[in-house]
């Protein structure tokens, strides 16, 4: 019963469910189970574009990029005018070198020398046999050693020892350019001048195939050329005319405050550089010395009420972000006593140590002992102690290095040459680099007027081989002194008010980096020191750069309209090796024990 009842439900369903079938393909019988896509809008056909090589990219890039260079060429044109130089080109863009540089100096007579590689290289293997001592192979090559000349003796040297430099005069000490230049206020300024090297293009090559760092030297200020031809540009006497310099053979000196000055010499840098010369060096880069007896006869149009010193480090800033494009190293020479005085005095020819230092990436002190008078570093004849002048003024160079947040390369100018019947041979030479290695100082420059070089003074003696560079002060600093030294130059330097010594023996980022500003708040201070006795100092058992110091102090508290005397036995301050040179962390206590 039920089976058939369940029979007859099922067919019921089936039936009802085939009719509402029906009647829908009924409905829909003229509906094409599948659209007909020929009543439908045609979709547009688009050729998508074929996808570029990579060389093709790169193709694209580089004519978009010379396109672009091509108009900011014409802008610096309009722009700088006759000091116009256009910039390296896209492709040939280079990296700073960064090297230990040893340099020989080398005029622009010298550099017009032609060269030939095979006897470059003679002369190099025969500077080789004389450092190995082999003097059979020395024998063999002397007679076709001796055929090279200077120029190539000078590379053959470079390739053959240590030295990996060399210093090329672009612009000599009158002021004339050193080959043909393509500048136009350049070419006005060196009409019918000599032009000792005829292939500039071809000597740098020589020298980069020999893997030799070059650096061109620029006399900045001292240009008689320049100051002859555009006198509106030189110092001034306040009586009319132009100045002429009694201690440099009566020649005139171009304006070191005069912006059109700095353009051309920044100029001369740009074409240099543009050449493939890997640094730029100004030298005479200051205003001239004898400043006592000129500064009353003569004026500085465009001064501005400038000190001079400020005027060399704003050339020099200035100079650094022109030259930023073309990717050199910048230096800068000064005299050897800036090394030791301070603030440009009492010399002012606008040389200030940590001044120049924050605008370049190398300094060279010209540390000639031939130019110290007696009494220099304990010396009745310095001339006739090469090392201990060099040893004296490198202390002082990483004194005033220590100073600075982002302290220079110190890259001294060495003597090479005989003076006031002392020869400076291969061992004179050799004692100035040792007395400079011996303080982590391993740059150095040889200056040589002639250009005759000794290859035995850039070999490396037994006694050096033996010895372990920098040398281990100990306890001492490169100075040779110690903490409580530190703490005795700054106390003193409290004392007589002589900041330069409370800066100096200050951690840099225990005060201000602006000196005057310094000054200024050393003399705002309501401490005034009356006496003081240093005691002795303990390394830190943890760390040989720190140091505690033992002191006493007496000193005048000011409160107001009151004084208050304040005495201070067995007291103990901090000091810190920054730089390889002690600095002291003063700690006052200006609480009063006896008070009540």
């Not at 053959?156 to 004339?176: H, P």
């Amino acid at each position: 019963m039920f089976k058939k009842a369940k029979y007859a439900i099922l067919l019921l369903l089936l039936t009802v469910l085939l009719t509402s079938c029906t009647e829908s393909a009924d409905a829909d019988a003229n509906t094409p189970l599948f659209p007909d896509e020929t009543n439908q809008e045609a979709p547009e056909i688009i050729d998508s574009e074929p996808e570029l090589s990579e060389e093709e990219k790169a193709k694209l890039e580089l004519e978009k990029r010379i396109a672009e260079r091509e108009k900011l060429e014409e802008q610096r044109k309009e722009e700088l005018r006759e000091f116009y130089v256009p910039l390296i080109p896209i492709g040939e863009e280079k990296e700073k070198k960064s090297i230990e540089v040893k340099a020989l100096y080398v005029t622009g007579h010298t550099a017009g020398n032609e060269l030939n590689k095979e006897n470059i290289d003679t002369y190099a293997a025969y500077v080789k046999a004389l450092e190995e001592k082999d003097t059979q192979k020395a024998r063999q090559l002397i007679d076709s050693a001796e055929k090279a000349n200077k120029l190539e003796r000078i590379v053959g040297i470079a390739v053959a020892t240590e030295i990996n430099g060399l210093v090329i005069n672009v612009k000599d000490d009158n002021g004339f350019i050193t080959y043909k230049s393509n500048v136009e206020i350049v070419q006005n300024m060196n009409k019918d001048t000599p032009i000792p090297i005829k292939d500039i293009h071809n000597m740098l090559k020589v020298l980069k195939d020999y893997d030799i760092y070059t650096i061109g030297r620029i006399v900045a200020f001292k240009d008689k050329n320049f100051a002859v031809k555009s006198p509106e540009h030189s110092i001034q006497l306040k009586s009319g005319g132009i100045w002429l310099d009694p201690n440099s053979g009566n020649i005139p000196w171009i304006n070191p405050f005069d912006k059109y000055v700095w353009d051309y010499n920044v100029a001369i840098a740009k074409e240099a550089s543009l050449l493939g010369f890997d640094e730029i060096q100004f030298d005479y880069v200051r205003f001239p010395d004898g400043a006592k007896t000129y500064n009353p006869i003569t004026e500085f149009p465009g001064r501005n009420d400038r000190d001079k010193d400020e005027a060399i480090a704003e050339f020099l800033e200035y100079s650094r972000k022109e030259l930023e494009p073309y990717n050199v190293n910048l230096g800068a020479d000064v005299f050897g006593l800036i090394t030791r005085t301070w603030d440009d005095y009492p010399e002012d020819i606008g040389q200030t140590w940590i001044l120049i230092g924050e605008h370049v990436d190398n300094i060279a002190p010209m540390v000639y002992p031939s130019h110290y008078s007696t009494g220099w570093y304990n010396l009745e004849n310095p001339n006739a102690h090469p090392y201990l002048v060099v040893k004296g003024a490198m202390e002082e160079a990483i004194e005033k290095n220590s100073s600075m947040e982002t302290p220079p390369i110190i890259r001294p100018w060495i003597q090479d040459f005989d003076w006031d019947g002392i020869a400076y041979g291969p061992d004179k030479v050799r004692d100035q680099i040792i007395a400079a290695k011996e303080l982590g100082i391993y740059e150095y420059m040889i200056w040589n007027p002639s250009n005759v070089y000794d290859p035995y003074a850039f070999m490396v003696t037994e006694r050096e081989k033996t010895a372990t560079y920098p040398l281990d002060k100990g306890e001492l600093d490169y100075r040779e002194k110690s903490p409580a030294d530190g703490a005795q130059k700054y106390l003193t330097g409290m004392l007589q008010n002589r900041y330069s010594y409370t800066y100096l023996m200050t951690p840099v980022t225990d005060r201000v980096k602006d000196f005057d500003e310094f000054v200024k708040l050393q003399e705002e201070d309501n401490i005034k020191l009356l006496n003081f006795k240093v005691y002795g100092y303990e390394i830190d058992a943890n760390d040989n750069n720190k140091a505690i110091v033992s002191l006493y102090y007496k000193i005048e508290v000011k409160n107001g309209d009151t004084r208050e005397i304040i005495e201070k036995d067995n007291v103990q301050w901090q000091a810190v090796r920054e730089l390889n040179i002690w600095k002291i962390k003063p700690a006052w206590d200006t609480a009063d024990d006896d008070a009540s």
